[in-house]
């Protein structure tokens, strides 16, 4: 009994073991399958699945199959799609001049499962992909859009609106373009077409020409007159600078002749005050000249006073002395004769 049940307990953990392995390796060969399997695309992509089960499409990523399903890609990012009308074959507006004409259309297939699998059925995933082919697609209805809209606006309207005139053309266009949407248009080049690009034996040719030449010889005149009025107005101004420039030399030459009076009367004044002080310093030393000289005189004078007096004195004391002597040889000869008696 013990090893019957030790027989069943053994069966029953190797079946345990039998379906965890088996499960595992389900799990890893899904697991496998879905890295291997699972289709992830960038942005700016449609990927469209058919095959088994109803056709899909997705802008992310989906499980593709080997053998029961097939993947193309569709680029759905924006592409430029450009119209040239230049020459011969410039737009003809209504004026009938012609214009030399660049336009670029943005256009993308409309990220809608819809709208991709009708451009999918209609023209191939490769073909929406191609930027090539889709102006090809596009290049006769654009550039009728053009041709319409243009007939709407003279020359100078489509130079001078030409955000109406975009806006003209995208109405015209519409946006929905059978699974494609215009986004945006864009003028990149726009100019009057060259004369000697145009047919005169074109009546539409020469009726722009016309227009043209007319044009041209207003605006010749235009000019004239205004270049005419420019050097009027130029002249106006070199004569009323000229007539201030002098007015500005008037009031300086006066200014100058002015201040050198000025200059010249203060030198006067200072000459005046000069020869004054010099006068009353030269009349200073000649007072003092004459003092000196009369105080040398009035010495001299005293001097010989002096002289004269000491002379006198000494002719007094001369006489008294001869007087004396006299006096003395008198008594000596009155003495003598006296004694000879």
Request: with cysteine; proline share 1%; aromatic share 6%.
């Amino acid at each position: 009994m013990n090893i019957h049940q030790n027989t069943l307990a053994l069966l029953g953990l190797d079946n345990f073991w039998i379906l965890a392995i088996g499960f595992a390796a389900l799990f890893f060969i899904l697991l496998y399958a879905f890295v291997n399997c699972f289709r992830k695309i960038e942005k700016g992509t449609a990927l469209i699945r058919t095959g088994l089960g109803e056709t899909k499409v997705t802008f992310s990523g989906m499980m593709v199959f080997p053998v029961i399903h097939r993947a193309e890609l569709m680029d759905i990012s924006l592409k430029r799609v450009e119209i040239d009308r230049t020459g011969k074959n410039g737009l003809i507006c209504k004026d009938n001049m012609r214009a030399d004409i660049k336009v670029a259309f943005f256009v993308r297939v409309n990220n809608v499962v819809e709208d991709v699998l009708n451009v999918a059925a209609v023209i191939g995933c490769d073909r929406a992909s191609s930027e090539a082919e889709i102006r090809a697609l596009f290049d006769a209805k654009f550039s009728e859009a053009l041709k319409t809209v243009g007939k709407q606006f003279d020359f100078i309207q489509l130079y001078e609106q030409r955000d109406q005139f975009r806006q003209q053309i995208l109405k015209v266009i519409g946006t929905d373009l059978n699974g494609f949407v215009l986004d945006d248009a864009a003028i990149d080049y726009l100019e009057q077409t060259p004369l000697e690009m145009l047919d005169r034996d074109n009546i539409l040719d020469s009726e722009g020409m016309k227009k043209i030449h007319s044009l041209t010889a207003e605006q010749a005149k235009l000019s004239n007159f205004i270049q005419n009025d420019k050097d009027k107005v130029i002249k106006q101004q070199d004569v009323e600078a000229r007539e201030a420039i002098l007015e500005l030399e008037r009031q300086l030459a006066e200014t100058e002749a002015k201040q050198a009076r000025e200059v010249e009367i203060v030198k006067l004044r200072e000459q005046a005050e000069t020869d004054k002080v010099r006068e009353e310093e030269n009349q200073k030393a000649e007072k003092a000249r004459i003092t000196a000289e009369e105080e040398v005189e009035i010495a001299e004078e005293n001097k010989q006073r002096q002289v004269l007096v000491a002379l006198r004195n000494k002719e007094r004391t001369d006489a008294v002395e001869i007087e004396r002597v006299e006096r003395e040889r008198m008594l000596e000869e009155i003495e003598r004769e006296r004694v000879t008696e």
